[in-house]
């Protein structure tokens, strides 16, 4: 069946450097690509999505690229915080109503 | 402020009890749903309800099923409680669209013995 695939699983990385993370899906007809994030403890809330028909969406820290042919987006964050630190999920849409989630990145930006 | 709340933060239940998670948004969301979240598995999609009454299965509905009397409420129902169904549970819900954001619910963490 379609599946979401997420890497890594962890990610460390210092203040101030940047974070990628990385997602293959498999259902060509996903048209909508969100991110969430979760910190520790609490719920998921979305943080930055895109379309099919963009290739990249910017929100001051963070930006999504995706590659249609290759079926893969990422996540990138840069100039990375401490309050970055949580768990970074990708989801492709599958259908009308559903996504596909990734198993998740925890991230740690180390002080 | 969306606001999605849900019934319990913790539950522990018996092997065999039959449990209720309730639920509920404020915003008139038709759509809701809801997922299971494991380590090193993400968040997986058991039930969603795109309707008052309608549901479908999503990727692991098996031991579970739900209810949707009314528009803000939605409930998961596990018949009789595995171990194996030890997770947190989170609700979502939805306007009616694909490219419409989920909100999600803070989690129920169920613990059966």
């Known amino acids: 069946g379609e599946n979401v695939e997420q890497h890594p699983s962890t990610l460390s990385v210092q203040e101030g450097d940047s974070a990628v993370i990385k997602c293959t899906y498999s259902?060509?007809?996903?048209?909508?690509f969100p991110w969430y994030k979760q910190e520790l403890g609490k719920r998921p809330q979305l943080i930055i999505d895109?379309?099919?028909?963009?290739g990249e969406k910017k929100d001051q820290r963070i930006a999504v690229t995706l590659n249609k042919t290759a079926k893969h987006f990422s996540l990138h964050i840069t100039e990375t915080q401490p309050e970055d630190s949580a768990v970074y999920f990708c989801?492709?849409?599958?259908?009308?109503?559903?996504?596909?989630f990734g198993t998740g990145t925890r991230l740690k930006v180390l002080a | 402020d969306v606001k999605v709340t849900q019934s319990s933060r913790y539950l522990v239940k018996r092997t065999g009890e039959k449990v209720f998670l309730e639920c509920v948004q404020d915003?008139?969301?038709?759509?809701m749903f809801w997922y299971r979240q494991d380590p090193g598995l993400g968040l997986r999609l058991i039930y969603f309800?795109?309707?008052?009454?309608?549901?479908e299965k999503g990727d692991i509905p098996e031991g579970y099923s739900v209810s949707r009397e009314k528009k803000e409420r939605f409930s998961l129902i596990l018949e009789s409680a595995s171990t194996n169904q030890t997770s947190m549970y989170l609700c979502?819900?939805?306007?009616?669209?694909?490219?419409?954001?989920?909100?999600f619910g803070p989690g129920t963490r169920l613990t059966v013995l």
């Open positions: 979502a819900s939805s306007l009616p669209g694909v490219t419409d954001t989920q909100y």
């Open positions: 259902d060509s007809a996903s048209n909508y």
């Open positions: 895109i379309r099919s028909n963009v």
């Open positions: 989801a492709a849409s599958k259908g009308t109503y559903k996504y596909i």
């Open positions: 915003m008139d969301h038709e759509n």
């Open positions: 309800s795109y309707d008052v009454k309608m549901k």
